[in-house]
């Protein structure tokens, strides 16, 4: 079930790029379909899926977006920098496809 927008954003395009679905462990609660209806709903041109250090939605999140139409951009976010005793992450994108 999608999530309910009040707000319509006339003219202008926004793309969320840090989007963490119910995959990416301890972080996201978000399901990739609800996800995908979400960013349909609002006139979003795309949408990214930015899972912690996991690609298991990846596939089902090319297919849903391919379906409705959206461009989609993959991004395993890793935390493997090591600085002063302290992981950081940093972040890999990818845009694979563009419909």
Not at 76 to 94: E, G, R, S
């Amino acid at each position: 079930m999608a999530i309910p927008r009040k707000v319509k954003f006339p003219s202008m395009s926004f793309v969320h790029l840090h989007v963490h679905s119910h995959y990416s462990l301890l972080d996201g609660l978000t399901k990739i379909d609800d996800l995908v209806e979400s960013a349909k709903a609002d006139g979003s041109p795309a949408v990214a899926l930015t899972d912690h250090g996991v690609m298991y939605g990846a596939i089902e999140f090319y297919e849903k977006c391919k379906k409705r139409e959206l461009s989609q951009s993959l991004v395993l976010k890793p935390t493997l920098l090591q600085v002063h005793d302290t992981t950081a992450p940093f972040v890999l994108m990818k845009k694979i496809i563009t419909t």
